[in-house]
């Protein structure tokens, strides 16, 4: 049976497939999506003067790894951690809304600029390696049909 175009962009998304994973792309999108979370608090930390470098990546850290890990947790993502949606907006969201909220409750810095900064670049590459994975992965089945072979 041929599937619709739409049907076709539907599986594509993520959404067609099992409910489960393997094991292994669910750890490298958690990885993924930490390194995230790391490497902004280690970019913003290099514009304050810290004396630990590392202590003070974590302590921006924790509260964007805690909001991110709970999102994983409360939403299940590591069943399906590839899509752009749901998976990857709501792993910005949680760790975004959640990291904001605990920093504001434990007295960390909630200026305006950071509000919009943390919102921007978190959504940015939380979201955008999971678009640019599954740009590649398009790519990739398009190559293998090879030439003159229609997807749909």
Known sequence: MQSSPAQSRHDEAGFGRPASTSTRTAV???????AVVLGFAGAGRGFHSIENPVVGVLAT??????????????????RRPLPVWPAGVAAWLGAYVLGMLLRAATGGGTAPAFLLVAFATLGAFIV???ALAWGIGAA?????????????
């Open 28 to 34: 490298l999108a958690a990885a993924a999506d930490l």
């Open 128 to 130: 955008g390696w999971r």
């Open 61 to 78: 850290a924790w509260p964007f790894v805690v909001g991110l890990a709970v999102a994983w947790g409360a939403l299940r993502i590591w």
């Open 140 to 152: 990739l089945r398009r190559s293998r049909r090879g030439p003159g072979v229609s997807g749909g």
